[in-house]
C-alpha cells in the first residue's frame, strides 16, 4: 500500500528468521507467515490511526472503525497461531533428533469435526452488510484512490 516500504518488511522478515533460525521448509513458511500477520497487523494500526485522525479533524463518522479493529485483531491472532505452530515444529524436530518418544498414547478423534454454526444469509428485505472476510479482503485489495473515495 501506499506509504508502506517493502524494505522495512525484508528487514522484519530478516529479524524474524535470524531469531528463529528455520531448519525445514516448513519452518520457514511459518516464520513468512508470521512476518506476513504482523505487517497486516502494523497496517490496521496505520488505518485505524488514519480514521481516529479524520474523526478528530474533519467529525468525518467513524464508520469502518470496527472493520480495522476486526481486521488488526484477525492478524494479531494469526501471528500468534503461526508463532505456536512453529514452535511446536521445532520442539518435533529436535525430539526427533534425540530419538525422544512421547510416553503419552495418540488421542484420535472419533468425533466428527466440530461445525461451525451456519449463519443466515439476509433476506432482500433486510439491509445487506459484508462480512469480516468481504471487508478483509476489501481492506487488502483497496487502492489509496478508492480508500479516498469511501471518506476513510
Known amino acids: 500500500m ?3 516500504d517493502p524494505a522495512v518488511f525484508n528487514l522484519l522478515l530478516d529479524d524474524l528468521l535470524a ?8 519452518e520457514q513458511i511459518l ?3 508470521m ?4 505487517w497486516i497487523n502494523l497496517r490496521a494500526a496505520r488505518l485505524l490511526d488514519r480514521e481516529i485522525e479524520l474523526h478528530l479533524k474533519l467529525g468525518v463518522t467513524l464508520a469502518k472503525l ?18 505456536t505452530e512453529l514452535l511446536k515444529a521445532q ?22 469435526p466440530k461445525q461451525e454454526p451456519k449463519i443466515p444469509f439476509p433476506t432482500p428485505a433486510e439491509p445487506q ?3 469480516l472476510r468481504q471487508e ?8 489509496p484512490d478508492e480508500l479516498r473515495a469511501s471518506n476513510l
Open 66 to 83: 470496527g472493520v480495522f479493529i476486526r481486521y488488526q485483531t484477525a492478524a494479531e491472532r494469526s501471528f500468534h497461531k503461526a508463532h
Open 19 to 26: 531469531e528463529h533460525q528455520p531448519a525445514t521448509s516448513t
Open 2 to 4: 501506499a506509504g508502506e
Open 129 to 131: 452488510e459484508p462480512n
Open 35 to 38: 512476518a506476513h500477520h504482523h
Open 91 to 112: 520442539k518435533q524436530r529436535q525430539n526427533s533428533k534425540i530419538g525422544f518418544e512421547s510416553k503419552k498414547p495418540e488421542v484420535t478423534s472419533e468425533a466428527p
Open 136 to 143: 478483509i479482503a476489501w481492506i487488502m485489495s483497496v487502492t
Open 31 to 33: 516464520v513468512e507467515q
